[in-house]
């Protein structure tokens, strides 16, 4: 399984961006869809952006269409989380996720998970 590290995380006021990146080592990254989750405090982890192995096909929970885009350098073995126009509900801890499916938007689907990186949006 891959191993997966997130970074980039931070506090941001309402409106403002932040950009999370997702280092992956110890398999081949390209073999892998890329996702992110986020749980916020009391709540149940939920999917929020994914993108297939080749770039392709990428994936949006509604809440975040329009303002978070996905994107993946496999030179690099890195995905990316551009988060933009950020709502204070964005608040979470956000998760990387390697799945060995195309692509998906269910977190059973996914075998390797990073650490978690904070994001926390201040009204």
């Known amino acids: 399984q891959v191993q997966l590290v997130e970074s980039g995380g931070g506090s941001v006021q309402a409106g403002g961006s932040l950009r999370l990146s997702c280092a992956a080592s110890g398999g081949t990254f390209s073999n892998y869809a890329m996702g992110w989750f986020r749980q916020a405090p009391g709540k149940e982890r939920q999917f929020v952006i994914a993108?297939?192995?080749?770039?392709?096909?990428?994936r949006y929970a509604d809440s975040v269409k329009g303002r978070f885009t996905i994107s993946r350098d496999n030179a690099k073995n890195t995905v990316y989380l551009q988060m933009n126009s950020l709502k204070p509900e964005d608040t979470a801890v956000y998760y990387c996720?390697?799945?060995?499916?195309?692509?998906?938007?269910?977190?059973?689907?996914?075998?390797?998970w990073g650490q978690g990186a904070q994001v926390t949006v201040s009204s």
């Open positions: 993108i297939s192995r080749n770039a392709e096909i990428t």
């Open positions: 996720a390697a799945s060995r499916y195309l692509i998906s938007s269910i977190a059973p689907d996914f075998g390797s």
